[in-house]
Each structure stands twice: as structure tokens, then as C-alpha cells.
């Protein structure tokens, strides 16, 4: 599992809360934390003042009150528990999983369980939300996928289709073939969700 974590386990930045204007980087790698920040004024005498830069241990970040302060005032009390966490060695692997992985385990789920994943962190959402979870879930619930359904699903995306019911469906397959002689004939569907 340790090399799902990758050399970064976590980065952010942001400029610091009103009224202060400096601009703040945190990473935190698999053994070191780094603290970066950039002075942004426009006072003359402000000029050349160099970029500041924290490196510690994770042991010493975690024994440092001041550093954590400065995390917990530029980023919030969440980050700031977070980055206490990973130090501690407590990783988020599943977060970390690549992403068909984490279809082959939704594939597993319920809806109403992907869907509550979803609400956990923007990483699910954005893949609860993707073409490729809502492809899987049509293929996963239907006995056929036509190639008629396969070209609305381009034109309208997989989730679509995927709440559309089935006499809805035929007859849009249906209006797009009579709009396209070319396209294919024998489309029909069969749907074994309760939809």
C-alpha cells in the first residue's frame, strides 16, 4: 500500500486570511513537512524580501506549536488535523486508490452507498459524477447496451440514460434513427434495474 502514497502525501496553498496578503504553500512529503511562504506588499522596503522556507521532520512538525499555528491560521482547523494525522502515519489509502480500482469497487455498491461516498470528499464526488462511473452502472443494470443506446449516451451522457426509463429511451433511440437512416436497426432495450 505504501507506494499508492507517492512522494507527496498531501499540498495546498492559499493566501493567508485578510488582512494579511502573503502567500502560503504546505506539503507534507513521506518524510518531511515543508512550510513555504512569499511576502506580498507594496511597501518600497519590501522589495527584496525572499521567499521563507520551514523544512522538519515529521516528530518535529508534530512537537511544534508555532508551525501548527500558522497551518491552523492560513488553513483551518481541518488541514491542520489532517496534516497532524498523516505525521502520525495515518493515511487516507483509499482516497489514494487509482481510479478503476475505485470502479471496481463501486461496482460492488449499491447506489445509495456510492452516492454517500460521494458526500466523503471531492475525489469521490468527481467520480460519482464521471462518464465512466455512469457507462459502468448502465452496463451493470442493463442485459444489453445497444449500439443505439451507446450513441445517445454520447449525445447525452451515460447518467441520463441511465434515469431515463425504458419507453423514454426506445423512443429517443427510435427519433435519432429516423433523423439518421444510417444508423442501426434492432435496438431495443432491456432493463433489469427497478427503474
Not at 518600497?44 to 501548527?68: C, F, I, K
Not at 467520480?127 to 442485459?143: A, P
Request: some cysteine; charged content about 25%.
Amino acid at each position: 500500500m505504501a507506494q499508492l502514497l507517492g512522494e507527496t502525501v498531501f499540498e495546498i496553498s492559499s493566501q493567508g486570511p485578510a488582512p494579511i496578503k502573503d502567500y502560503f504553500y504546505f506539503q507534507i512529503t513521506q518524510t518531511e513537512v515543508i512550510w513555504r511562504w512569499w511576502k506580498i506588499s507594496f511597501r518600497p522596503n519590501s522589495y527584496n524580501t525572499r521567499p521563507g522556507e520551514v523544512r522538519e521532520s515529521h516528530g518535529e512538525y508534530l512537537d511544534d506549536a508555532r508551525l501548527q499555528g500558522q497551518v491552523l491560521m492560513v488553513f483551518g482547523p481541518h488541514v491542520l488535523q489532517y496534516s497532524k494525522c498523516l505525521c502520525q502515519g495515518q493515511y487516507d489509502y483509499l482516497q489514494r486508490l487509482p481510479d478503476p480500482l475505485l470502479l471496481r469497487i463501486t461496482a460492488h455498491l449499491e447506489l445509495e452507498d456510492v452516492a454517500r461516498l460521494a458526500c466523503t470528499c471531492h475525489r469521490f464526488k468527481q467520480l460519482y459524477s464521471s462518464e465512466q462511473f455512469w457507462e459502468q452502472t448502465v452496463r451493470l443494470h442493463c442485459d444489453t447496451v445497444t449500439p443505439g443506446m451507446e450513441d445517445l449516451a454520447r449525445d447525452v451522457g451515460w447518467k441520463r440514460v441511465f434515469f431515463t426509463n425504458k419507453l423514454q429511451l426506445q423512443k429517443q433511440i427510435r427519433r435519432r434513427r429516423a433523423g439518421n437512416p444510417l444508423s442501426h436497426t434492432g435496438d431495443s432495450l432491456t432493463v433489469t434495474s427497478g427503474r
